[in-house]
């Protein structure tokens, strides 16, 4: 909590050490109610936030403490929702009558777990997790590389990487799985290092895709999508994919084009949307949701009274 408001105090501006001092006096953060930020705390703070965050707190001309700026978009990007994130929990932890007013969206993810896989994908440090999947009766456990966290549908996701090395009845193999934190029973810390592919870049990996789902032999395709109504307004504003674009309008509707792969989270989406958005291409995907529609219906149907006897 301590860096968190660090970051967000001279997250504001340029600010003087002076200013830091008077508004940790007056921070909820300080539990015992120091009148100065100690200069040793400050500076390990620092340290620190830079270590961890990848934010890098720089002092000017004037003796004024400022976050640097990053250059690479994708870092920057990141930067920014640190940033953010940082904030929105240092002003709840200071304006606890807010507490009631703001509301979040439940994560049902095993949050326990984020920290140390963050300190295993900063050591480049192997975890070892006992996990249920959805489609076996008993739990596996297993030794896994992790090489980037997801969020999605307010669910934690980890990437690992597996390798294999060559045996007489079997090639050498890498691959990869997606693992959802609300399915880990039990993770640990390895001693076995590795080493990210240099190679491999996450934004990347996931690129084509709607959600997690990447492994399942999709290949991207052109899909074209009509919006009716104040839909469209809400897919212009939030667009479910990097690469849509607008490429026509009518009276009451706009059609979008998307490429990428046209997988079943994708069209679970879809389908959430019920007359509101209409596939128009490919045919199969529309085919698809139209029979998914139509056995939805019929879950709704009445169900017929038995006869009497």
């Known amino acids: 909590e301590c860096y968190i408001w660090l970051v967000n105090t001279i997250a504001r501006g340029p600010i003087s050490r002076a200013e830091i001092d008077r508004r940790w006096a007056h921070s909820a953060v300080n539990d015992y109610k120091q009148e100065y930020l100690p200069e040793s705390n400050f500076h390990r703070w620092r340290s620190t936030v830079e270590m961890l ?4 707190i720089n002092c000017n001309a004037n003796n004024e403490y400022y976050i640097a700026e990053m250059d690479d978009s994708q870092d920057a990007d990141l930067h920014n929702r640190l940033l953010s994130i940082m904030g929105v929990n240092s002003l709840l932890k200071d304006s606890k009558n807010l507490r009631d007013k703001i509301l979040f969206e439940p994560v049902p993810s095993g949050d326990k777990f984020l920290s140390p896989i963050i300190e295993a994908l900063r050591d480049e440090c192997a975890i070892q997790m006992t ?8 739990p596996s456990t297993f030794i896994v590389e992790p090489y980037c966290l997801k969020m999605f549908k307010q669910r934690w996701y980890i990437l690992g990487h597996f390798h294999r090395d060559a045996t007489e009845e079997k090639p050498e193999s890498d691959y990869f799985g997606v693992f959802s934190f ?3 029973l039990k993770m640990s810390m390895t001693d076995i290092k590795f080493q990210i592919d240099p190679d ?10 709607y959600g997690v789902l990447v492994g399942d032999g999709t290949k991207p395709e052109r899909i074209v999508i009509r919006a009716y109504g104040y839909e469209r307004y809400y897919i212009r504003d939030l667009p479910i994919h990097k690469s849509q674009r607008e490429i026509g309008q009518g009276e009451n509707f706009a059609d979008f084009e998307l490429f ?6 994708l069209s679970g989406h879809l389908l959430s949307r019920g007359n509101q958005v209409k596939v128009l ?6 085919d698809e949701l139209h029979d ?10 009445p169900e017929e009274e038995n006869s009497p006897q």
Do not use: G
């Not at 249920?132 to 008993?138: C, D």
């Not at 491999?200 to 895709?209: L, S, V």
């Not at 990428?260 to 989270?265: A, E, G, K």
């Not at 998914?292 to 149907?301: D, F, G, R, W």
């Open 200 to 209: 491999f870049d996450a934004q990347t990996y996931f690129d084509e895709c």
């Open 131 to 138: 996990y249920q999947s959805f489609n076996r009766q008993q």
């Open 281 to 286: 291409s490919p045919q199969w995907l529309a």
């Open 260 to 265: 990428m792969r046209p997988t079943v989270d």
């Open 292 to 301: 998914m529609h139509l056995e939805a219906a019929l879950m709704y149907e």
């Open 53 to 56: 965050f990848d934010i890098k």
């Open 182 to 184: 609300d399915r880990i």
